[in-house]
Nanobody, 125 residues
């Protein structure tokens, strides 16, 4: 059974940093592209970042570029999202997802193999 488990969310002050993790179980992790999405209160889920299986290709939403960094450790079956210089508008539930196909900036409707349940990030002003 495939399972993605996010962790690392919490309360952080504006301008601070946070690192999110996504641990994969039951998945040939190194064969999958990994994605991060987020959903703010009252808003639709949106793409944040993506990384191909070999880490050579990454992509970010305009709001994430220059502040967030996606990475992965295939030996640990874990993907990461480093959030730096966070803003109150970054407050959201952050979800990771996996797909055998790499699409730079997929819509939330793209057919992912699996989704995590999310981790809440709250940025105070």
């Amino acid at each position: 059974q495939v399972q993605l488990v996010e962790s690392g969310g919490g309360l952080v002050q504006a301008g601070g940093s946070l690192r999110l993790s996504c641990a994969a179980v039951g998945l040939a992790f190194s064969n999958y592209a990994m994605y991060w999405f987020r959903q703010a209160p009252g808003k639709e889920r949106e793409f944040v970042a993506s990384i191909a299986w070999y880490s050579g290709n990454v992509d970010y939403s305009d709001s994430a570029k220059g502040r967030f960094t996606i990475s992965r450790d295939n030996a640990k079956n874990t993907a990461y999202l480093q959030l730096d210089s966070v803003k109150p508008e970054d407050t959201a539930v952050y979800y990771c997802a996996a797909s055998p196909n790499y699409v730079p900036s997929p819509s939330p409707d793209y057919g992912m193999t699996s989704w995590g349940k999310g981790t809440l990030v709250t940025v105070s002003s």
